[in-house]
């Protein structure tokens, strides 16, 4: 194994991570990962992240789900809405600039990350059974689900915080709700970049499987954590992701 697979792996155990405890930043480390570290182009690593995060959020929303932390209409309306945007936004980045995606990615996930640290204006009480709205899901879903496909994230950094700062479900809940979304929608998008890109499979199984290993470590922890500094360290991590990509991007 060489120096440069192995650093891959082990940094991909933080993708699962991040997905179990979060719901979300898989796609944020996992496009810097892919294409810093193991080398790939902007847009096969953003093909690659797809899959990654898709198979890893499947495998970790099992686990939310029999602890009652998924809420099955929202996510799936939300995830079937989103797959009609995500399908979309992958043909469409397939066939543009990876450094115009890579900044768009950035900069989404910096904006992102600013209404997740600020939180829920008038400290409304979150719930744990509340099901948003069909309209509402529905509109949000190919909104984020376009967003998804185009610049390869899961989608988490936007449905976490629309469930939770908008949709007033609690972090535990809005979490796994998300992966459930995450999951669908990142499969819709991949079969959109699978029309222009070719995956290095071998590489894409290593990396997922380190992944779940991740995820597990995540689902133990996330009842653990309260709510306020999870939702807060979520948006401080995005926001320093968000700046890393970005000035790897435009520095020279």
């Known amino acids: 194994m060489t120096v440069t697979l192995a650093a891959t792996l082990l940094l991909s155990v933080l993708i699962g991570l991040s997905l179990g405890l979060l719901g979300g930043g898989g796609s944020i480390l996992t496009v ?43 996510g799936l309306l939300f995830g079937a809405a989103g797959m009609a945007g995500a399908f979309g936004g992958g043909l469409l980045g397939g066939r543009i600039p990876g450094a115009v995606l890579m900044v768009a990615f950035a900069l989404m996930m ?9 939180g829920r204006r008038g400290g409304a009480v979150e719930s744990h059974s509340k099901e948003l709205p069909v309209g509402k899901v529905i509109v949000e879903g190919l ?18 915080p629309a469930l939770a ?18 999951s669908l929608k990142s499969f819709a998008g991949l079969a959109g970049y699978l029309t222009t890109v070719s995956l290095d499979w071998a590489l894409v199984g290593s990396v997922t499987a380190a992944a779940i290993v991740g995820s597990l470590i995540g689902a133990r922890l996330i009842g653990r954590i309260p709510e306020a500094a999870l939702r807060r360290g979520f948006g401080f991590f995005v926001l320093a992701m968000g700046i890393f990509v970005l000035a790897m991007e435009l520095l020279p």
Do not use: C, D, Q
């Not at 294409?35 to 182009?41: F, Q």
């Not at 910096?110 to 600020?118: H, K, Q």
């Not at 908008?166 to 796994?176: T, Y």
């Open 110 to 118: 910096i904006a992102t990350s600013v209404a997740m640290i600020r």
């Open 32 to 74: 810097p990962i892919l294409t810093y570290v193991a080398g790939m182009s902007p847009r096969e690593a953003i093909a690659s992240s797809l899959f990654v995060v898709g198979v890893t959020s499947a495998f970790s929303a099992v686990r939310h789900a029999r602890r009652r932390r998924v809420k099955w209409r929202t």
């Open 143 to 160: 909104a984020v689900g376009l967003v998804t496909g185009l610049v390869g994230a899961g989608g988490g950094f936007l449905v976490v």
């Open 165 to 182: 700062l908008l949709g007033g479900l609690s972090m535990p809940v809005a979490v796994g709700t998300s992966l459930v979304v995450i």
